[in-house]
C-alpha cells in the first residue's frame, strides 16, 4: 500500500475545523486493490445494539434466520432507534481478524499492518498535530439499504482515542441514497455532510456529534469503508 495524500496540505484546514475530507489518500494500484478487496468480501459480520451492548453476529447465523426471526430483529432494530443510539451495518473486525490470525493470508493482514506502519501513523500524527498518536484499530464496514449509525460521538472511554478516520472506498454513490456522514452544530443543524467517495479519507476530531444517514431502499450499491481511530500509546493486543 502506498499514500499519494500529503498531509501536510491539508492539517492547516483540520485545526481550524476539527475534520477534513482528503482526497486521494492512495495511490491508483493501491485503492483499486483495497477495493477489489472489499467487493469480493463475502463474509461481514452483522453489527448492531442490543440493549446498549455492541453485538456482532457471523454471517452465517444471519444467513439461517427465517423470515419471522428477520421481521422480529428488524423490529427490535428500529425500536430502539426511535428511542436513542442504534446502528445495523455490516462489519469485518480488523483489528481482532490480524490479532487473532482468524483470516491467514488475508488482505485485510496487509492493510492492518499498513495502518500501523509508519507511513499512515506519521500521515495521522502530521494531519492532527498529535505526535503522540501510537497505533490505529480498524474495521471494515459495508453499509447496504436499510443499514444506518444513530448520533453519537465516538467519545469511549479507555480507548485513547485522539480522532475517527473513515477510508471511505465506494465508487459511484448516489447522493439520493444517503448514507452521508453528517455532522451537527450545537444548534442541531447538520453542519456539513461528507457524502461516500471513493479513494477519500475522512477524519474528525472527537468527541463531535456525527451519525450515519440511513442508506436508502433504492440504493443499488454498498457504501464500502474502512473505519476506525487514531489513538494513544502501544496497542494493548500487540
Ligand atoms: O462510516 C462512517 O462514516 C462513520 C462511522 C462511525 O461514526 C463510527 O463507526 O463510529
Ligand atoms: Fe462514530
Redesign the pocket.
Known sequence: MRLAANAVNWAGRFSQRGRIQVPGLFDDASAEQLHRCLVNQDQWNLAFNRRGEHVDIGSDSVSIWTEAQSRQFEEMIYAGAKEGFQYRYKAVPIYDVYHDGSLPGHFFNTLFEFLNSDAFLNFGRQLLGRPEIGFCDA?A?C?EAGHF?TT?D?DIGGKNRVA?Y?I?MTKNWNPNWGGA?QFFNEQGNIEEG?LPAFNTL?VFQIPQS???EFVTPFASGP?L?I?GWFRTGKDPRS
Open positions: 474495521q464496514t453499509f449509525l453519537h465516538d475517527a473513515v471511505s456522514l461528507f475522512n456525527h451519525a450515519v457504501r469503508s473505519t
